[in-house]
């Protein structure tokens, strides 16, 4: 019976590595959507000048994930007639600081600006989500391998201490 103990403590180490290596895969996804999200608002806005409620109502329906909820809330706010600023800072709390930080100071921007203006600022902070992208793909790249394997030697050491 110990035996059997020790071999699920052993396993339990390893799955917690796979879900640490899960969410750093799931935080290169969300950075991805949220740079297409960025380049689709500077296109629209630089090209077409789209109107705010009827371009996230719009890219809540192409986009997947957190992107198409923030925008998709966006989208719902601004039809009930919300200012821009004051809903992009209720879309985007959840986010995590780092992806907030790049996308909070639209709220200033977008609906208050003229159309390049707000493309252009809308390209910067698409360029700033690549670079996040790039390190947390290092990341990945770097820690998924040893968090795994330090998480499989943590189980096994456990489980042999058991014994």
Same mark, same amino acid.
């Given at each position: 019976?110990?035996?059997?103990? $020790?071999?699920?403590?052993?396993?339990?180490?390893?799955?917690?590595? /796979?879900?640490?290596?899960?969410?750093?895969?799931?935080? &290169?996804?969300?950075?991805?959507?949220?740079?297409?999200?960025?380049?689709?608002?500077?296109? +629209?806005?630089?090209?077409?000048?789209?109107? &705010?409620?009827?371009?996230?109502?719009?890219?809540?329906?192409?986009?997947?994930?957190?992107?198409?909820? %923030?925008?998709?809330?966006?989208?719902?706010?601004? $039809?009930?007639?919300?200012?821009?600023?004051? %809903?992009?800072?209720?879309?985007?709390?959840?986010?995590?600081?780092?992806?907030? +930080? /790049?996308?909070?100071?639209?709220?200033? %921007? &977008?609906?208050?600006?003229?159309?390049?203006? @707000?493309?252009?600022?809308?390209? @910067?902070?698409?360029?700033?989500?690549? %670079?996040?992208?790039?390190?947390?793909?290092?990341?990945?790249?770097?820690?998924?391998?040893?968090?795994?394997?330090?998480?499989? $030697?943590?189980?096994?050491?456990?489980?042999?201490?058991?014994?």
């Amino acid at each position: 019976m110990k035996e059997l103990g $020790a071999c699920l403590i052993a396993l339990a180490g390893f799955w917690l590595g /796979i879900l640490h290596a899960r969410d750093l895969r799931a935080a &290169l996804r969300r950075c991805a959507a949220y740079a297409r999200m960025l380049e689709l608002i500077s296109l +629209e806005l630089g090209r077409f000048r789209t109107p &705010l409620p009827e371009l996230f109502l719009s890219l809540s329906d192409c986009l997947e994930g957190d992107a198409a909820s %923030v925008c998709s809330f966006t989208a719902s706010e601004l $039809a009930v007639g919300e200012p821009f600023r004051d %809903v992009w800072k209720r879309a985007t709390e959840a986010l995590r600081p780092e992806e907030k +930080e /790049i996308l909070c100071p639209l709220a200033e %921007v &977008l609906g208050a600006y003229g159309a390049e203006e @707000q493309a252009a600022r809308t390209e @910067q902070a698409r360029e700033e989500m690549l %670079v996040l992208w790039d390190s947390r793909r290092t990341a990945l790249r770097d820690r998924s391998r040893v968090c795994i394997g330090l998480c499989s $030697a943590g189980g096994l050491l456990l489980a042999m201490m058991l014994l």
